[in-house]
């Protein structure tokens, strides 16, 4: 028998075999408990659904005056001190409530813990937890404002009128898990309940949820004597008024003694600007004075300089005209020859007028 006649039958022989079943590998789940209730501080605080818009700034909310009718909240206004604004915490590790719930929850869909709705065959795995926290003191609350704001407010209005003392703000964390029927392939976080498994593979989505402290007005007033309170603030407005009106009276002086010495120093210096005109005048005609002596001055020193260069000419003249008539007197006689050469006889002893004539000279007698 051949070696490929072994190999077929062989093969012949496996398929005719029964095929041997693997064991399925079981994991064994913890059984779980599901809760069925909120704890007693938690359900016992007032939840506000149309307060929900106020979940990112709950600060603003604490001080608010509302109106509650029936199904419908309305704000109507805030009554706080801008001095004392609301204290407000934070924290992330208040955890109020952690557990599994279904449908047989008692506040299944309530918006306690954010309107979560658990169906049928399924569970879901809730965590609360307050993250902040916003309050007015005692001290911080102004009576008086809510006092005489509350003096216009209808005794019917009155009943359904809250005043926010406090505020807070809760996370609500929820995941939903499936029941797992039959031979279903089972993935991520995984649990039983009464023999039943399930399990989930989402992440936590998260809720806001807003809890307020509310005291009724009614309560409010009655808490404080608003008359006293009214009439202590008349007093004080009137106090006040008076306080004012004295020191208006005071400014008025003031401010006419002030005028009076703005009057005064207007007055001096109108004289002093009379006087400075006057002088200005007195200094202008002063220049004119000067610049006419000046004047004055610079044509008696052209007179006196030309007087001066005229008198020195004249001493001049006259001293040539002195030395002249001396270099004159000394000559008293001229000739003149032939040859109209003149020549001067200081002396008459020298020659004679006959004998001059007599030798033919054209004879002069100059004399001054």
Do not use: W
């Amino acid at each position: 028998m051949t070696t490929r006649s072994l190999i077929l039958i062989a093969a012949l022989f496996a398929l005719s075999q029964p095929a041997t079943a693997q064991p399925s590998r079981k994991i064994k789940l913890s059984p779980v408990s599901l809760g069925l209730d909120l704890p007693d501080s938690y359900k016992q605080r007032t939840f506000i659904k149309g307060l929900s818009g106020f979940m990112n700034k709950i600060d603003q909310l604490v001080g608010t005056m509302i109106l509650v009718e029936e199904n419908k909240t309305t704000v109507l206004t805030r009554f706080v001190r801008h001095d004392k604004p609301p204290v407000i915490t934070t924290s992330t590790s208040d955890v109020v409530y952690s557990a599994k719930i279904d449908n047989k929850f008692k506040f299944n869909g309530a918006y306690s813990i954010a309107s979560t709705k658990v169906d049928k065959d399924k569970i879901y795995e809730i965590i609360v937890t307050d993250v902040g926290f916003a309050f007015l003191p005692e001290d911080y609350i102004p009576y008086l404002e809510i006092c005489r704001a509350a003096t216009n407010v209808a005794p019917e209005t009155r009943k359904k009128t809250y005043y926010v003392r406090s505020a807070k703000l809760t996370t609500v964390y929820t995941r939903a898990y499936q029941k797992i029927m039959g031979d279903s392939e089972v993935s991520g976080v995984v649990f039983s309940v009464g023999g039943e498994v399930f399990s989930s593979s989402e992440q936590f989505k998260v809720d806001y949820v807003v809890s307020v402290d509310l005291v009724s007005l009614e309560k409010l007033l009655s808490l404080q004597n608003c008359n006293e309170l009214l009439n202590s603030e008349e007093l004080a407005r009137r106090e006040k008024a008076e306080t004012a009106r004295l020191a208006a009276q005071k400014a008025d002086e003031e401010k006419k003694a002030r005028e009076a010495e703005l009057a005064n120093a207007k007055a001096q210096v109108d004289d002093l600007k009379k006087t400075l005109g006057e002088s200005i005048n007195r200094s202008a005609e002063m220049q004119r004075d000067l610049q006419n002596a000046q004047d004055k001055e610079r044509i008696a020193l052209q007179q006196l300089n030309e007087a001066i260069k005229q008198a020195n000419d004249m001493a001049d003249k006259a001293q040539s005209a002195q030395q002249n008539a001396e270099n004159r007197e000394s000559v008293i006689l001229t000739f003149k020859n032939k040859e109209g050469k003149v020549l001067e006889i200081k002396n008459l002893e020298e020659l004679s007028e006959e004998k001059l004539r007599a030798l033919g000279f054209d004879v002069e007698l100059l004399k001054r």
